[in-house]
C-alpha cells in the first residue's frame, strides 16, 4: 500500500521549458550552453552545481571565466529560472488533497540555489505561497550532495522516511530516474511534462 508520494520538481510539479532556459543562457553570453544543459541532469559546472560540488558564488564565477565577461547572481538566477514556464494549480491543488487524505507527500529533485531562490519564496505559486509550504519535506539535490538516477539518493530517502521501497510512489518525468528508482523496488510513474497526470495518479497509487 503506497505510504508515501515523491515528487519531481520540474517536468511534474512544474512545467519546464528547456528552450527558453537556453536561450536566457544566451542572452547573459553563455553562446554554447546546450553542451552542458539537460532536461533532466545537467553536466560540467552546471552538473556540479545541481550535485552541490560547488555553490552559487563558484557557479557564476567559473561561468564569468568560461564567456570572459563578470556575470552577477540575478543574472544566473534570470537564466537558470528560464526553466520554469508555468505552475500548474491543478499540480498543487492535487498535492494538497493527497496530504489531507493521509498521504506522506515528499520532493525529491535535482535542483540549485538558483530555482530554489525562486522555488521557496511566496511568488512561487502566483498565491503568495513558496514551494516548502505544499510539501511535507523537500530533498534537494545540491543539499544532499546526491542527484537522481544514483541509487544513493534513493536509499538514503528511504531511509529517512523509514518506509519500505514499495510503499513509496516516485513520480518523475525522467525515464532513467523512473528506471532507477524502480530497481529498488519504488512503485513509479512517468508523466509527461506539461500533461495533466492528476488524475491518472490514481491508477498508481491505487495498484
Known sequence: ?????????????????????????????????VQWLNPYTQTGIFGDLEHGLISANDFRLELSKLIGK???AQECAYAWQGYVKEVPLRNLDLVRKLRQQGYRVVLLSNTNPYMMEWAMSPAF???????????????????????????????YVL???????????????????VAAASQIGFRTFCPVNGHDWTKEIFDYINK
Request: charged share 25%; aromatic share 12%.
Open 1 to 33: 500500500m503506497i505510504k508515501t508520494i515523491a515528487f519531481d520538481l520540474g517536468g511534474v510539479i512544474i512545467t519546464i521549458d528547456q528552450e527558453q532556459a537556453v536561450n536566457r543562457f544566451k542572452n547573459i553570453g553563455v553562446m554554447n550552453v
Open 70 to 72: 563578470e556575470l552577477t
Open 125 to 155: 505559486d502566483g498565491q503568495g505561497h513558496s514551494l516548502a509550504e505544499y510539501f511535507d519535506f523537500c530533498y534537494l539535490s545540491y543539499k544532499l550532495k546526491m542527484m537522481k538516477p544514483s541509487e544513493e539518493i534513493f536509499r
Open 159 to 177: 531511509s529517512q522516511e523509514q518506509t519500505f521501497p514499495d510503499e513509496i510512489l516516485f513520480v518523475d518525468d525522467g525515464p532513467r530516474n
